[in-house]
């Protein structure tokens, strides 16, 4: 596709049980960003990935969130028992470089509703 | 740590005025100061954008200041039309991460 694709757009929950969303970054980005959006406030920073892989997870809230790339491609966040807290937008980005200084293509999110 | 602040945090301007957005960031070493555009459920999608060697950029209605030394930098939209209502993000960037600001919800009025 054209763009970075996330899937699924929208996931319900039950507390205590695991998530994992899926990126699809625009091919031949080598930089994959996930970041955290919770309901009207701005961007937190996950985890940066350059290739397969992650030379900055300063960003993963606890234990509980991992994510993986795989293939320089797909990379997945996993949420193992979420918690209510957990709720949020979770927002994919790519990029050509990993120099942070250039644009970042976002996808349109997964919305996680965590009951 | 680095942190970059945004003011303010929702601007309602008449439609055909225009628009001022400030950050102001901590790290020195930052070099690369892009704004990015947030409509309702969609992904943030970069606007414009400016290096530490350029005062000010313009693009259209669209412009973007630095002032190094101060270490702010702001968006200017002239001429607002409804479509440019959504929430804007300012960042800035060095060698290691971007620092986001949090958020302008900027609001067009008829």
């Known amino acids: 596709g054209a763009g970075v694709s996330q899937s699924p757009s929208n996931k319900v929950t039950e507390k205590g049980k695991d998530v994992e969303l899926r990126c699809d970054p625009i091919?031949?980005?080598?930089?994959l960003y996930w970041y955290r959006q919770s309901l009207g406030q701005g961007l937190e920073f996950l985890i940066y990935f350059q290739g397969n892989s992650a030379p900055d997870k300063s960003g993963l809230p606890s234990d509980r969130f991992s994510a993986e790339r795989t293939g320089g491609s797909v990379s997945t966040l996993t949420i193992q028992r979420t918690q209510q807290e957990d709720s949020a937008v979770y927002l994919c980005a790519s990029s050509l470089g990993g120099t942070h200084t250039g644009e970042l293509f976002f996808g349109e999110g997964s919305r996680l509703t965590v009951l | 740590g680095e942190n970059v602040e945004q003011h303010p945090s929702t601007l309602s301007v008449q439609e055909g005025d225009s628009a001022v957005i400030k950050c102001t960031y901590s790290?020195?070493?930052?070099?690369?100061f892009p704004w990015y555009k947030q409509e309702l459920g969609k992904g943030p999608q970069l606007i414009i954008d400016i290096r530490s060697n350029v005062g000010e950029k313009k693009d259209q209605r669209i412009a973007v200041t630095l002032n190094k030394t101060a270490k702010h930098f702001s968006l200017h939209i002239t001429e607002t039309q409804p479509e440019d209502s959504a929430v804007y993000f300012c960042?800035?960037?060095?060698?290691?991460?971007?620092?986001w600001g949090a958020g302008t919800k900027l609001i067009i009025k008829p």
């Open positions: 790290d020195s070493a930052s070099n690369y």
């Open positions: 960042a800035a960037g060095g060698n290691y991460q971007l620092i």
């Open positions: 091919s031949g980005h080598t930089a």
